[in-house]
C-alpha cells in the first residue's frame, strides 16, 4: 500500500505564502512524477504543478511565477511554494504520485487525502 499525505495548507490573506509538503511512503518503489492538483467547489480538478524525476516541471498558466514545485527525491517528497496568493487560489490542494509500487509492474496514480487552502482576509 502507498500512502500519499500533505500538509501545509490553511487560512493566508491575500498576497501571502503557503508552503506545502507531500510525502509518499510505503510500498512505494520508484516514482516517476509528483505534482499537485486543486480543486475549488462545483469546479473540476485541476492540475497546477508537476514536477518528473528528470527534472521537467509543468505549471497551471494561473500560477505560473507566482508557484514554484521542487521535488526532495531521497524523501520522496515533493512541496510547493505558494507567493502572492490570490482568493482564486482558494481550494483543496491534492498531492498525486507517479509512480510504481513494490511488486507491482508497471506505473500508477495515487493520490492524497488534500489540504485546504484558504486565500481570504
Known amino acids: 500500500q502507498v500512502q500519499v499525505v500533505e500538509s501545509g495548507g490553511g487560512l493566508v490573506q491575500p498576497g501571502g505564502s503557503l508552503r506545502l509538503s507531500c510525502a509518499a511512503s510505503g510500498s512505494i518503489f520508484s516514482i516517476n512524477a509528483m505534482g499537485w492538483y486543486r480543486q475549488a467547489p462545483g469546479k473540476q480538478r485541476e492540475l497546477v504543478a508537476l514536477t518528473w524525476s528528470g527534472g521537467s516541471t509543468d505549471y497551471q498558466g494561473s500560477v505560473k511565477g507566482r508557484f514554484t514545485i521542487s521535488r526532495d527525491g531521497a524523501k520522496n517528497t515533493v512541496y510547493l511554494q505558494m507567493n502572492n496568493l490570490k482568493p482564486e487560489d482558494t481550494a483543496v490542494y491534492i498531492c498525486?504520485?507517479?509512480?510504481?509500487?513494490?511488486?507491482?509492474?508497471?506505473?500508477?496514480?495515487?493520490w492524497g487525502p488534500g489540504t485546504q487552502v484558504t486565500v481570504a482576509s
Open positions: 498525486n504520485v507517479f509512480g510504481r509500487a513494490r511488486r507491482d509492474a508497471g506505473l500508477s496514480d495515487y
